[in-house]
């Protein structure tokens, strides 16, 4: 089994995780990285898992700066919420 930690490969991977009814893979969507043009997958292609990709503490500045345009409140707002959130 891979670490929960361990880093998601693919936006399917990302989903699938988010979805489960497994505590456990719902977190490592949260906490675990993804390298950055499975990210750009994520947030083009899902746009019902932008929200998610902003809750996950690793998502990138150029993401965040992606994000914070979303038109979905909850988005921009989960956006806003980072330490890192684009000025």
């Known amino acids: 089994m891979a670490d929960r930690f361990s880093e998601i490969t693919s936006a399917e991977e ?3 995780l988010r979805q489960s009814e497994d505590p456990a893979e719902a977190n490592r969507s949260a906490r675990a990285a993804l390298p950055l ?3 750009w997958d994520l947030v083009r292609n ?3 898992m932008r929200f998610w990709a ?3 503490r690793t998502v ?3 993401i965040l700066a992606e994000l914070v345009r979303d038109p979905d409140w909850r988005v921009r707002d989960r956006v806003a919420s980072k330490r890192n959130c684009p000025v």
């Open 54 to 56: 902003a809750h996950n």
């Open 46 to 48: 899902h746009p019902d």
């Open 37 to 39: 043009p499975v990210w």
């Open 14 to 16: 990302f989903i699938r």
């Open 60 to 62: 990138p500045p150029e």
